[in-house]
Nanobody, 124 residues
Framework: QVQLVESGGGLVQAGGSLRLSCAAS????????MGWFRQAPGKEREFVAA????????YYSDSVKGRFTISRDNAKNTVYLQMNSLKAEDTAVYYC?????????????????WGQGTQVTVSS
């Protein structure tokens, strides 16, 4: 069992930056691939970024590639999402999730543990 708690969301102007954190409980954190997803009002949840168990491989959606960076610190049981050059269309609730396996995927069906989400609002 893994419990996930996100933090770091807030209100920021377009062009600004935010860093989201996701703290995980459980001794097997390093066994899981981790992902970030987001859901805007009236839209389906979408993949944002993912990282494999070691942090050596990362994956991004086309909409955030080059602006967002996912990383993890297994010693701290934490995964991060650094978000730069934020746009109004990045406004959403952001969720972190732990995958079924060590290799990440872009499908939310492959993630078994989810945090409660943190709101990110980008004003234009």
């Amino acid at each position: 069992q893994v419990q996930l708690v996100e933090s770091g969301g807030g209100l920021v102007q377009a062009g600004g930056s935010l860093r989201l954190s996701c703290a995980a409980s459980g001794r097997t954190f390093s066994s899981y691939a981790m992902g970030w997803f987001r859901q805007a009002p009236g839209k389906e949840r979408e993949f944002v970024a993912a990282i494999n168990w070691s942090g050596g491989s990362t994956y991004y959606s086309d909409s955030v590639k080059g602006r967002f960076t996912i990383s993890r610190d297994n010693a701290k049981n934490t995964v991060y999402l650094q978000m730069n050059s934020l746009k109004a269309e990045d406004t959403a609730v952001y969720y972190c999730a732990a995958g079924r396996w060590a290799i990440p995927t872009t499908s939310d069906a492959d993630y078994v543990y989810w945090g409660q989400g943190t709101q990110v609002t980008v004003s234009s």
